[in-house]
């Protein structure tokens, strides 16, 4: 006779039971892909800090976005690596400016493709910054006007969302109103809602090649706050969000967990440039097994809450399956 204890190895048996016990599914639908298009360059770049990630010359984007579609993957979201930056930004509410260009060019490309278009100015502005300077000071109230204008010009030009990442106060309030105001009620809005001013960026800036000196800690959040996250989160979904996010990813798993407790909306996370670089090089350094360390975090991320991942290994994952 053995003291009675639960067998939970019974279910671990073997590969089939294993499969069908598992609680959490990932698949294609739950990914988001981020691209870097650059104007005025010839061919594909490699950015360094990110191996196996590319800028995509402006020329090169249908070819580009063929294959993306042709891979199975069902959404991307746009950054553009501006020539044509000046102190506000304004190339990117220029209707025939990167922003607007590669938005019509990807929808020309693959119709089917959900286009989310970032929308935010560090990518657009000499200094850097999320937002119009004034004396030293990234001013909300001019920079949300001024995202509302690019939301438009997105819109236009055919984005199937919206994804304000400026972590200005009242930014989905503002954009939400200059999209209803051009007649775009059915353009749903994807906020960047608990965006930390993180240390894993610092691939992404590379990438995307934006001259911020500095940092951005008086407009995103201290990474070691959880009640503020949830604030940012309700009160997004008061001004119309009609999804969050929580950006980076693994490092805040616990938010994104508590987000999911708080509110009904999707929920998305961001697998931001660093994270993606952790793997990318310890796996280089033949420290890491990358195809099981992606399927593991990507898995985790979905485990905790979100419904979408933006993550930089879609294509490989779409490539291989899961
Ligand atoms: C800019 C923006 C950033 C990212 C997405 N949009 C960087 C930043 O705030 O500096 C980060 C993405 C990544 O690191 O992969 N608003
Ligand atoms: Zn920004």
Known sequence: ??????????????????????????????????????????????VDSMPGVNRIPEKKLEQAIKEIARAGIRAVMLFGVSHHKDEDGSDSWNPNGLLARMIKRCKDAAPDLVVISDTCFCEYTTHGHCGVVEHGHVHNDHTIENLGRQAVIAARAGADMIAPSAMMDGQIAAI????????????????????????????FRAAAGSELKGD????QMNPLNAREALRESN??????ADILMVKPALPYLD?????RQQSLLPLAAYQVSGEYAMIKFA????????????RETIGSIKRAGADLILTYFAMDLAREGF
């Open 176 to 203: 939400r109103a200059a999209l209803d105001a051009d007649g775009r009620h059915e353009l749903p809005i994807m906020a960047y809602s608990s965006k930390f001013a993180s240390a894993c960026y610092g691939p």
């Open 1 to 46: 006779m053995t003291a009675r204890f639960a067998r939970l190895r019974r279910l671990r048996a073997s590969p089939a039971l294993r499969d069908m016990m598992q609680e959490t599914q990932v698949d294609l639908n739950d990914l988001i892909y981020p691209i870097f298009i650059e104007e005025g360059l010839e061919d594909f770049a490699p």
């Open 283 to 294: 796996a280089m350094a033949g420290a890491i097994d990358e195809a099981r360390v992606v």
């Open 255 to 259: 938010i994104l967990h508590q987000v």
């Open 235 to 240: 009160e997004d979904e008061a001004e119309g």
């Open 216 to 219: 951005r800690k008086t407009y």
